[in-house]
DNA sequence: GAATATAGTTCAGCCCGCTTAACTAAAAAG
DNA sequence: CTTTTTAGTTAAGCGGGCTGAACTATATTC
């Protein structure tokens, strides 16, 4: 079995990232009192802006039960907003509020502000290097997860 | 506020990765029964080698009872092995058994899996950029790491 | 329009992680 | 050698996530 350089590289850098970034949102989420399943479903609101109750159930593979529980927890905590679907009225749309959105992209920052700190020493030549293989990867991971995503 | 290349790219790359791979992970880690405080116990051990107790109690910043009951679940279901520590007999060293090493390695083998899923169609070129790349930013992440980290 | 299917809610009950508190045992301090 | 500190275990109790089951309300099918 051989391995490319890339392969290799890959790896490695997913190792520290991986083990870098779980720690940091843990530890964020953590915080504020709110719990892990809690927390992604804001992140998951996040990333996909609107979404069913039911995209929730199959996106954490849980019962609509428990998804119904946990969103309406987020309500109650003012995290989200919870509005009938026009075009179909038993399904709910769930989105975070302003202070969800808030409080995400605040964590969000703080990964970014650690990323920060870890390129700038680089050198010019080598940041220019490493956004463009960033920019290579980002483009070709979204594609694929066009087919692939929930 | 000015945003070089470099952190548009990294923080690009961040959204897309972090996502892709945190939903791999809990789905890995809820496939076997495990929970996420005990799957995130093996992959610190996965990434530590050996702690000792009072590391995870710091490391996830719970009590030592809850470390020690979580380690007692761990230990039962065979994932890792609990040694008195022979220089202080009131502490105990956690390790990963042959068992939980080879859970690990198969949840970091479906990272990779991804991973040269998709960057197996880039060109000879792109490769060889991206591998540099990535390999500037684990040498320096890996360095910040050895300041901050628990 | 009656029968069926679908989307959510609610509740009882279970398991789990966590904390506090009481305890044991070993090490360190005096 | 006694006191105190440190490492870990154990048990009781709380709160949270999850499921299954019973229920409401809307949509779909025939």
Redesign the pocket.
């Known amino acids: 079995m051989t391995q490319s350089p890339l392969s290799q590289s890959l790896r490695a850098w997913m190792d520290v990232f991986m083990h870098r970034s779980m720690r940091g949102w843990t530890h964020f989420a953590k915080s504020t009192g709110l ?1 892990m ?2 927390f992604s479903i804001l992140m998951q609101l996040h990333h996909r802006g609107v979404c ?3 995209d929730i ?1 199959a996106r ?14 987020l309500v109650q905590a003012g995290y989200i907003e ?1 509005h009938e ?1 026009p ?6 749309k769930l989105k975070l509020s302003p202070k969800g959105a808030k409080f995400i992209q605040q964590g969000i920052n703080q990964r970014h502000r650690w990323m920060d700190d870890l390129v700038k020493n680089l050198s010019a030549a080598q940041q220019k290097k490493v956004a463009e293989a960033l920019d290579i990867l980002t483009e070709i991971a979204k594609d694929v997860d066009r087919h692939v995503d929930m």
């Open positions: 719990s399943p809690q069913g109750l039911s159930r954490f593979d849980i019962t609509t039960a428990a998804a119904s529980q946990l969103a309406e927890k919870r679907d075009s179909d009225r038993r399904a709910k």
